[in-house]
């Protein structure tokens, strides 16, 4: 067994109790790390660290410059350890190495982007029509920013909030999923060879339930930027609003994938594929609604069934695996669970619907048509890889099918007519909208969901503002005082 310690204050500490959770390799139902189980007394040592290191002069007093180049530091150590990374994610929540692998590869990048950003941010200078009066804008760092993040993808939804807040000039308290925390803990390792200075970065390992409240309702916690579950960003966002707290969620999804009649079939049968059997499923993106025209639908299904059938299900350690197991044991009853409410909802399932034997967490790949989209299985987030196909008639339709959801995260159109493609994505509710491919991301674009799917973006150029307030100064350079009792009309 790995035994980690949680980074505080620039030292590798163990929990206040002395307690420890286990982490469990998901292809093998085994524990395989020691994690400290940490606990709200840790929380405040964290924070103060953090709110310490702000105003410290070894990075409060940093410039903009210096901030960037210690992050250019950290994405190169990062591209360096990309595949040891990769390796811990894969035991840690049993996502497949070889997505594991490009997704870390990938991940020094967002870090490149924002060192280059952060010194670019500048305030501004309103044209003030008072004579004698200067007033400009000044961006300044929100404060202690605390990113708590999910198991599906650890470090690129951890580091993509590090890259915007600590060029920002923020400092942070970072919470990992208590089903995958190892790798965040060895990329703080990373954030210490870089040089970044003790206290900016502090990582604290633990359960939601047991110390998300102390995180989020620390009176020195200006900001929180949370991805997870709907019931944890609501928990978050109401904590947060009574002390008028910042937050940014990015939440869940139900997203539509729609193919017209007039796509190219083959291409979407493979957007359709990976939209919803990629990681399992246990993607906030998944395209877990396949929103099909009723004049290509058996055609479809039936091409969709020839290309999952050949999907090969395994150890996710194996390049050769293309479906891995579910992550958590609690995931994989509530997958199971759905598959049985689509079967007595009366959809049809076509392909998978059972747990497969053996060691490991591992379910079918599943599909169901003849879904209607008032039904759980449509309007649920399952986490997991069934795919629930539901007919359109006409375009008007297929839109009002996609926007009936709470969520709002991301859709796919498959399309030939150009019209068709700017129509269909102008009017469909999510932050995300593909057009002929499915999952693409960058850094350089803006993510975040509409509707129960988010408030806020993260990436692009303007994201580094959810980091940032902004400050207005006023100076008199040449302007009388006027006696406050003498109003001039
Ligand atoms: P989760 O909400 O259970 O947990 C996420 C994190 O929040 C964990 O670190 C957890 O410990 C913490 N947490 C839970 N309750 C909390 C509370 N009350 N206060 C503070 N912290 C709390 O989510 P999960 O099961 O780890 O991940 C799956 C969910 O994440 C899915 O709903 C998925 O759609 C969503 N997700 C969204 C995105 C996105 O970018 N929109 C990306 C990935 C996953």
């Known amino acids: 067994m790995e035994q980690y310690k949680m980074l505080i204050a620039g030292q590798w500490v163990d929990s206040a109790s002395g307690q420890c959770f286990e982490s469990m390799n998901p292809a093998t139902g085994k524990p395989w790390a020691l994690i400290p189980r940490g606990t709200p007394e840790d929380v405040d040592r964290a924070v103060r660290a953090a709110h310490a290191a702000l105003r410290s002069p070894a990075w409060g007093g940093l410039s903009a ?6 992050l250019r530091k950290l994405a190169d150590l990062l591209a360096s350890e990309a595949d040891s990374l990769a390796r811990t994610e894969t035991r840690d929540n049993g996502k497949l190495i070889a997505e594991m692998t490009l997704q870390l590869r990938y991940l020094p990048q967002f870090l490149y982007y924002f060192a280059g950003l952060a010194d670019k941010v500048e305030g501004s200078v309103p ?3 008072k004579p004698g009066i200067f007033n400009y804008t000044r961006l300044e760092p929100i ?4 990113a708590i993040t999910p198991w599906n993808s650890p470090l690129l939804l951890a580091v993509s909030k590090l890259a915007a807040a600590l060029a920002a000039g923020c400092t942070m308290v970072m919470k990992p999923s208590e089903h995958a925390s190892a790798s965040l803990l060895e ?7 870089a040089g970044i200075p003790a ?15 102390a995180i989020v309702s620390h009176p020195k916690v200006a900001k929180i930027a949370f991805t997870g579950g709907e019931v944890g960003g609501r928990a978050i966002s109401q904590l947060a609003a009574r002390d008028f ?17 007039d796509a190219i079939i083959d291409d979407a049968v493979k957007g359709a594929i990976s939209g919803i059997f990629a990681a399992s499923g246990q993607t906030c993106i998944a395209g877990s609604r396949l929103l099909l025209s009723r004049r290509i639908h058996d055609e479809f299904v039936e091409k969709l ?5 050949q999907a090969r299900i395994g150890d996710p350690a194996s390049m050769d695996t293309q479906v891995g197991p579910i992550t958590t044991a609690q995931q994989y009853d509530r997958v199971l669970g759905y598959i049985e409410i689509a079967k007595q909802e009366g959809a049809k399932c076509v392909l998978g619907g059972n747990r497969i034997a053996g060691e490991g967490l591992f379910v079918e790949p599943t599909i169901f048509t003849g879904v209607h989209n008032h039904m759980r299985i449509a309007q649920e987030e399952v986490f997991g890889p069934v795919l629930s196909v539901i007919p359109f008639d006409s375009d008007e339709e297929a839109i009002e099918i996609a926007n009936d959801t709470l969520y709002g995260l991301a859709a796919g159109v498959w399309t030939q007519s150009m019209k068709r493609a700017f129509t269909v994505s102008n009017r469909i509710e999510a932050g995300t909208v593909w057009v002929n491919t499915y999952r ?3 850094f350089m674009s803006p993510f975040g969901g509409y509707k129960h799917s988010g408030i806020g973006r993260e990436n692009g150029v303007d994201s580094i503002r959810e980091y940032l307030q902004t400050k207005s100064v006023w100076m008199n350079y040449g302007a009388d005082v006027p006696n406050p009792f003498v109003m001039r009309i």
């Open 143 to 146: 404060g202690v920013v605390a």
């Open 440 to 442: 693409a991301a960058s």
């Open 127 to 129: 044209p003030i029509e």
């Open 305 to 309: 069934l020839t290309f999952a059938r």
């Open 187 to 193: 990329f703080a390792r990373l954030i210490e060879r």
């Open 65 to 70: 410059t210096a901030r960037g180049a210690l």
């Open 245 to 261: 707290k910042s937050v940014t969620l990015e939440l869940g999804g139900k997203s539509p994938n729609i193919v017209f009649d």
């Open 199 to 213: 206290g900016v970065v502090n990582v604290i390992t633990g359960f939601g339930n047991e110390i998300g409240d």
